[in-house]
């Protein structure tokens, strides 16, 4: 009995190691959310971005984020954000699973479109999501990613 007690937890520890290890190999992917104008919020998705695949090892996590709204002046020329949006970008292009990928809302833009009568410009590289931005963030969920609003 105090031999089983001892075993115990030293098997769930390494159960616990084993299941970890098997998780971070499989393929995930996260989708953050970012809806709202703020500099911390964009800061924020950011860091995450660029520091989940140095986390979990490269090519084990896609990440996409994903901006609407007002959220998506991280996403335009001119935004705080620009260089380093452009530096993952780059990285993204010489990893064989594509890094880290930056989509705009297609409805925010043709809303803002309507209202300006001209499309933002967006950074090299970010790609536009039809129809928008929620439609993709339930594409995303039907794949099996996590998601994070910011």
Do not use: W
Not at 5 to 10: L, T
Not at 50 to 68: C, F, R, T
């Amino acid at each position: 009995m105090k031999l089983l007690k001892k075993i115990k937890p030293i098997f769930f520890a390494g159960l616990m190691s084993m299941t970890f290890f098997a998780q971070a190999e499989e393929k995930q992917c996260l989708t953050i959310h970012i809806p709202q104008e703020s500099p911390v919020a964009f800061k924020q998705a950011i860091n995450i971005a660029n520091n989940l695949p140095k986390q979990l090892g490269e090519g084990v996590v896609d990440v996409e984020i994903l901006a609407q709204g007002p959220g998506l002046k991280l996403l335009t020329k001119g935004s705080p954000e620009t260089d380093r949006i452009s530096s993952l970008i780059e990285q993204g292009k010489s990893t064989m699973d594509g890094g880290t990928k930056f989509k705009a809302c297609a409805a925010t833009i043709a809303g803002i479109k309507k209202r300006t009568g001209k499309e933002p410009v967006l950074i090299d590289g970010v790609e536009i999501t039809y129809p928008g931005a929620v439609a993709r963030v339930l594409e995303n969920h039907k794949r099996g990613c996590a998601y994070i609003r910011i």
